[in-house]
Structure formats: structure tokens, C-alpha cells
């Protein structure tokens, strides 16, 4: 071996080199998790901004009144709400009371079920007398020209939109089936069958909140 590989690998290996590239690396992890951490505190409070007017906006679509309806911040969900939304075919994310003028309407739902190409997240409202108010889709990932017929509330062939069909079903009207008290849009049976059991989980969950 050379002289001169011999004194390169003496100084790769010399204690001060590797003192001075470690201190190197940490002073650089540093400044780059500080430049993360700046960046974070300036965009975070935006960001909860605009997912809360997301959020809000999507209540104001399922709820009987939405001019004067106001939400109250995201209530706790508990293990019997929980276990409410599994039996019902679905699962609760986030739970809101409504008000009317001061007084209790029930509460807003964000619900996730299965439909046909994935996850349909959607918000329901339900009243304070354990009505659905309304439904609306929040995400989905169902195939455009077929399951995004439901996402897009298009008519079934009664003419009614096929979310809207779901205005003023009760915990009575328990299971909410298709093709028995729930009609399916056209070629989309999947994902109408999706938003059914969201809405059967958000009737569960409601029942349980009194």
C-alpha cells in the first residue's frame, strides 16, 4: 500500500476529523429543524383556518337552519359513540352540537364508510329529534361518471337527489337499507350503499347522545 493511501486513512480516522464532522452534522440538523419549526408556527394557524371554514361549511350544509345554526367547538367521542358508528357500518371522526338561537338542534357528524373505490367521508346532521337533516360528502374516491353520481347528489329516477332522499329518516327507520327504504342511483348501487351506512352510523351515534 502507498504512503500516500496510508496517510489518507490516518486522517479519515483521526479523532479531531471525526469530532469536527459530528459537530458539523448536529449544527446542521439544527438549523434545518429550526427552519422546519419556523416554517410550521407561521402555516399552522392558517391552515387550522381554512380546515375549520371547510368544516364549517360542510355543517352548514346538513343542517336544518343554516343561517342562524352556530357549532360548537369538536366534542369528545367517547367508546359508546364510538361503538354506536361501528354497529351502525361506520365510523364517527368528529362530533358537533348545533344551536339555534341559544337553544340545543342536535349535531353535525363527520362519518366515514366504505364505498366502492374506498373511504367516503361525508357530514351528517341530525336534529335534537334524532332526524337527518341532510347529508353532504366531505372526500371520497369513487369513480368519476359512476359512484361520483352520489358524491354529486344527482337525481335517481323518482327525481329526488339521491343524498337528499336521506332528509328526515329516524332511528325508527332503522336499518336503512337499499332497495328496501333507500333506492339506489343508477349504476352506482355501491356507493349509495356507502352513504347508507354512514347515515346509519350517524343515527346510531346520535341516539347514544341524547
Given at each position: 500500500?502507498?504512503?500516500?493511501?496510508?496517510?489518507?486513512?490516518?486522517?479519515?480516522?483521526?479523532?479531531?476529523y471525526?469530532?469536527?464532522?459530528?459537530?458539523?452534522?448536529f449544527v446542521?440538523?439544527?438549523?434545518?429543524?429550526?427552519?422546519?419549526?419556523?416554517?410550521n408556527?407561521?402555516?399552522?394557524?392558517?391552515?387550522?383556518?381554512?380546515?375549520?371554514?371547510?368544516?364549517?361549511?360542510?355543517?352548514?350544509m346538513?343542517?336544518?337552519?343554516?343561517?342562524?345554526?352556530?357549532?360548537?367547538?369538536?366534542?369528545?367521542?367517547?367508546?359508546?359513540?364510538?361503538?354506536?358508528?361501528?354497529?351502525?357500518?361506520?365510523?364517527?371522526?368528529?362530533?358537533?352540537?348545533?344551536?339555534?338561537?341559544?337553544?340545543?338542534?342536535?349535531?353535525?357528524?363527520?362519518?366515514?364508510?366504505?364505498?366502492?373505490?374506498?373511504?367516503?367521508?361525508?357530514?351528517?346532521?341530525?336534529?335534537?329529534?334524532?332526524?337527518?337533516?341532510?347529508?353532504?360528502?366531505?372526500?371520497?374516491?369513487?369513480?368519476?361518471?359512476?359512484?361520483?353520481?352520489?358524491?354529486?347528489?344527482?337525481?335517481?329516477?323518482?327525481?329526488?337527489?339521491?343524498?337528499?332522499?336521506?332528509?328526515?329518516?329516524?332511528?325508527?327507520?332503522?336499518?336503512?337499507?337499499?332497495?328496501?327504504?333507500?333506492?339506489?342511483?343508477?349504476?352506482?348501487?355501491?356507493?349509495?350503499?356507502?352513504?347508507?351506512?354512514?347515515?346509519?352510523?350517524?343515527?346510531?351515534?346520535?341516539a347514544?347522545?341524547?
Open positions: 500500500m502507498s504512503t500516500e493511501v496510508k496517510s489518507k486513512e490516518k486522517v479519515n480516522m483521526d479523532p479531531q471525526i469530532i469536527k464532522l459530528t459537530v458539523t452534522l446542521t440538523c439544527v438549523v434545518v429543524a429550526g427552519a422546519l419549526g419556523l416554517v408556527s407561521v402555516t399552522a394557524g392558517p391552515i387550522a383556518q381554512i380546515n375549520k371554514e371547510k368544516t364549517e361549511a360542510a355543517m352548514k346538513v343542517v336544518a337552519d343554516p343561517d342562524n345554526s352556530e357549532f360548537s367547538d369538536k366534542l369528545e367521542l367517547t367508546e359508546e359513540m364510538t361503538a354506536a358508528a361501528t354497529a351502525g357500518g361506520g365510523s364517527v371522526t368528529e362530533a358537533y352540537a348545533v344551536t339555534v338561537n341559544g337553544e340545543s338542534d342536535g349535531y353535525a357528524l363527520k362519518i366515514v364508510a366504505s364505498g366502492s373505490q374506498g373511504n367516503i367521508e361525508m357530514m351528517v346532521g341530525v336534529d335534537g329529534e334524532g332526524t337527518v337533516t341532510g347529508v353532504s360528502i366531505v372526500d371520497n374516491s369513487e369513480t368519476a361518471g359512476i359512484g361520483s353520481k352520489v358524491i354529486d347528489n344527482e337525481p335517481l329516477a323518482s327525481g329526488v337527489p339521491v343524498l337528499d332522499q336521506f332528509q328526515g329518516k329516524t332511528a325508527a327507520d332503522m336499518p336503512l337499507t337499499v332497495g328496501s327504504n333507500v333506492d339506489a342511483i343508477s349504476g352506482a348501487t355501491v356507493s349509495t350503499k356507502g352513504v347508507t351506512a354512514g347515515v346509519n352510523a350517524a343515527l346510531a351515534v346520535a347514544v347522545m341524547g
